[in-house]
């Protein structure tokens, strides 16, 4: 009886795990350190958009976000405040939908358009249509940030990842302001003394295997 338990007990374990890596690209994702790899993906003006292309930046704020996720519509506005703000110093955002869109049509890239010249969007906002970047990146959630600080011509380190603040509903509420906070310390020659907090938003829509 009891090697009949520990043997359902084992297969329910077995599929447990299957399921977390099924559901979370994180477990392969870049940690903290780590160089993440370029990307060429699609803009919403029809151009191929890569971190190469950006000659001056001392570095990146990689969003994972979309059009459809009310986490994402709250945190619209200081996602394109934050452009607005470190752009010109060498830190732009770069927006990246990876919602699979027959699972959020909402999220094509007709709709990214419309929604990006609504909200006058001054940064790229591209389309991973296969879901490779994301995954190698290991975003999760919608919105999930990477900042990126460039050393030499093409390398990307990640130096912080997860949240943008500590109030997923109203700006007004942040305390903290992580992704701010990593920048400025990256501008100022040191480290983020905080590199990593959760991400809280919708899940990515991924395509069926």
């Keep these: 009886m009891k090697k009949t338990i520990l043997v359902i007990t084992g297969l329910l374990v077995t599929v447990a795990v299957l399921f977390v890596n099924a559901t979370d690209a ?66 732009p955002v770069i927006a990246i939908n990876p919602n699979d869109i027959t699972k959020q049509p909402d999220d094509s890239m007709d709709k990214m358009v419309e929604r990006s010249k609504e909200k006058g969007y001054t940064f790229p906002y591209l389309r991973d249509d296969s879901q490779e970047i994301t995954t190698a990146y290991g975003a999760t959630k919608t919105p999930h940030v990477y900042v990126l600080n460039k050393e030499g011509s093409d390398k990307y380190k990640v130096e912080y990842i997860g949240a943008i603040d500590d109030s997923p509903r109203e700006a007004a509420d942040a305390k903290e302001k992580y992704v701010e906070d990593a920048v400025d310390a990256l501008l100022s020659g040191k480290k983020p003394s905080v590199t990593s907090k959760r991400a809280i938003g919708c899940t990515i829509k991924w395509k069926d295997a």
Excluded at 41 to 49: E, S, Y
Excluded at 69 to 91: H, M, T, V
């Design 26 to 91: 994180n477990v392969n994702g870049y940690e903290v350190g780590d160089y993440a790899k370029d990307f060429s993906l699609k803009n919403i003006d029809g151009k191929m958009v890569s971190m190469a292309d950006y000659g001056n930046a001392k570095g990146f704020i990689v969003v994972f976000t979309c059009n459809t996720c009310p986490y994402a519509k709250a945190y619209e506005q200081r996602i394109i405040d934050l452009d607005k703000k470190y752009a010109s110093k060498g830190f």
